[in-house]
């Protein structure tokens, strides 16, 4: 485990990537109840620019919190996602392949445990930032021994 | 649904609000959503070191809290003539357990012009309740939305 006392600011983070399919948008839609046209319905899909299905907007900042357990790196000890602020700057398509790269932009002691400040980019294969943003998360202190 | 007629930015006015059905997040909701997105932290899927913790059991992923919420207030609400998600600011306010009931309230905040004619942007204010009336998460989202053509 990663904990807040080994947390650096500005060190960058990158996870491994992930090829964005239809299972996951169809396994999403079902979980959610979210069935937008633009990612489920492939004839209404292609009268929209770009054409073909999209991936649902969320799905993609819910799958980077799994890659970030796939880093290179011990996990951080999260005791709570307090909040983010996020811009969808690209659409993704079914066969796009995402990754996600973090960096800690503050963080800040409190008696149990610590605010992390991260700021985060999901990458498509072509290096395109298609989404990004911030997030603050409370993250546990190590244990006193 | 099917032939449910979308919503064009002109028919939307500041204030509107909508109201969600409810529904109960399982624990199938969090298994599902864990090996969907990879996110197996501890206060999602170890209910014995969750006895532990502040919460007593394990909790629902916040993101998935969000993506619940976005899906349920589908069903309470006429689709907008949504052309893209700009962006979101969101806050985890509590915890959502296994057996809770949320239900989403959202109101129509504000409406601004973009520099294209044939669109605008919507800001909608959403709160996700939980069975006992608290806010477990809330926060705005901007979608731009379609004018009607002309």
């Known amino acids: ?145 | 649904m099917a032939g449910e007629e979308r919503r064009y930015f002109d028919e939307i006015q500041v204030g509107e609000e909508y109201l969600s059905p409810g529904r109960t997040v399982t624990e199938a909701d969090i298994v599902i959503f864990a090996g969907l997105s990879g996110d197996y932290n501890v206060l999602h899927t170890d209910a014995e070191f969750m006895k532990t913790s502040i919460f007593g059991e394990r909790i629902a992923h916040g993101l998935l809290g969000l993506a619940i919420q976005s899906g349920l207030l589908t069903r309470g609400m006429r689709p907008f003539a949504t052309i893209a998600f700009l962006g979101l600011r969101w806050k985890f306010k509590g915890p959502i357990k296994i057996g809770d009931t949320i239900t989403v309230r959202a109101k129509v905040l504000e409406k601004r012009d973009t520099a294209k004619p044939d669109r605008g942007i919507i800001t909608l204010q959403r709160q996700v309740l939980n069975q006992k009336g608290e806010v477990v998460q809330e926060g705005e989202t901007d979608v731009m939305v379609e004018r009607r053509p002309r």
């Open chain 1, 1 to 145: 485990m990663f904990y807040f006392e080994d947390v650096v600011v500005g060190e960058p983070l990158e996870t491994p990537a992930l090829t964005l399919t239809e299972a996951h948008v169809v396994g999403y839609a079902g979980l959610t109840g979210e069935w937008e046209p633009r990612s489920t319905d492939e004839v209404a899909s292609h009268r929209s620019e770009g054409g073909g299905r999209a991936v649902p907007d969320l799905l993609p900042i819910c799958l980077s919190s799994g890659l970030g357990w796939r880093a290179p790196q011990p996990p951080l000890a999260i005791l709570a996602f307090m909040g983010f602020e996020w811009t969808f700057a690209l659409p993704l398509r079914l066969g796009d392949t995402i990754r996600s790269r973090s960096r800690t932009v503050a963080k800040r002691s409190m008696k149990d445990g610590g605010v992390v400040v991260e700021e985060r980019e999901i990458l498509n294969q072509r290096g395109e930032v298609v989404q990004s943003g911030r997030l603050t998360l409370l993250v546990a202190k190590r244990a006193r021994k």
